[in-house]
């Protein structure tokens, strides 16, 4: 089961609104606030696929609408240490829905980071949302079938990453990602209590890497690389008649190799190509262990103080809301691309 998948990020440091003169006003003050009000139109509101769309009778897939989105900003640096927090809501209002008209969302994050040397550094961040769009929960868009989830649906993410230059050659980087996911939905919600997005996609994700680091010339640095995932399924709903959300889990092992070349102050190219090993808790549901091949390719451009652009193209097995394959078998995951 395979899935084109490319994800096209904005991120500001300690900023909700990412035009260039709401960084310039941070980069001048500690904080500052905002408020963006914008009409749009909308031809698939669900982001229902248009097969799906076929198959319900009546189904009216676009509307106009407004949303209002105010936001908030702290930002402190000192020589060694920086700090950004921001909070963003968003009401999005649909004319033409059926009731509820409007979806709301809450996103917050925050950044610490801390140099210890010129050579040790610290990233510590979290990053929480509560929303129905799938762009909003799951940044990588890594469910099968995006679609709108109604309801208080969340999403908190924390990493904390070390890098170390032991030399002017060698360094090595050391993360670890934490990610939990809690849809509203539970068996109360669908007919017979079987497959809610609870039991589907309620779990927590932990990622632990390591990379070790070459500088092969001024802008350009090799890695090699090991990282280990596990994914707990958190839902005791049924994800399948018989089956119960916590049967899913599932570890992964990575090793890849990697290159990241400083175009210029601004522009920065990363990748890594390698394999990834998927070994199933219950395999007796969903077969033995899997190989399959695993790459993380990305380009970031820094615009300005404290605002930056990034497209990345992945190719992975992850978590899905997909309950079988196409000859009906279960599945726990999905190699996506």
Do not use: C
Request: no cysteine; glycine share 8%; aromatic share 10%.
């Amino acid at each position: 089961m395979k899935r084109m998948i490319t994800t096209a990020g904005l991120t500001a440091l300690g900023a909700a609104s990412l035009a260039p003169v709401f960084a310039q006003e941070v980069s001048q003050k500690p904080w500052a606030v905002g408020a963006t009000l914008r009409g749009f139109y909308d031809d698939n509101i669900y982001t229902y696929s248009k097969k799906l769309q076929n198959t319900i009778p009546g189904f009216q897939a676009d509307s106009w609408g407004f949303s209002v989105a105010p936001d908030a900003a702290y930002n402190l640096k000192t020589d060694q240490t920086t700090l950004g927090v921001s909070y963003i809501y968003t009401m999005t209002y649909f004319v033409d829905r059926p009731r509820p008209r409007d979806d709301q969302s809450h996103q917050a994050s925050m950044k610490l980071s801390h140099a210890f040397s010129e050579r040790y550094r610290m990233d510590v961040s979290d990053s929480f949302a509560s929303a129905q769009e799938p762009s909003i929960l799951d940044p990588s868009v890594g469910i099968a079938t995006p679609i709108r989830t109604p309801g208080t649906n969340n999403r908190n993410l924390g990493r904390i990453n070390f890098e170390g230059d032991f030399s002017e050659k060698f360094g090595v980087d050391l993360a670890y990602n934490n990610t939990v996911y809690d849809y509203e939905e539970d068996a109360s919600g669908v007919p017979g209590g079987i497959g809610s997005r609870s039991a589907v996609l309620d779990r927590m994700e932990h990622l632990i890497s390591f990379d070790g680091n070459y500088m092969v010339a001024a802008k350009t640095k090799l890695s090699l690389g090991y990282q280990y995932g596990v994914i707990d399924y958190t839902s005791q709903d049924l994800f399948t008649a018989g089956v119960r959300g916590t049967q899913r889990d599932s570890d992964s092992h990575f090793v890849s190799v990697g290159v990241r070349h400083d175009l210029n102050a601004q522009i920065v190219l990363s990748g890594k190509v390698g394999v990834q090993i998927t070994e199933y808790e219950n395999k007796q549901l969903f077969g033995n262990d899997q190989i399959s091949p695993y790459a993380d390719v990305s380009a970031r451009w820094q615009y300005s103080e404290g605002s930056s652009a990034q497209l990345t193209v992945r190719h992975l097995r992850m978590a899905t809301d997909v309950r079988s394959d196409q000859a009906g078998r279960l599945v726990a995951d999905a190699e996506v691309s």
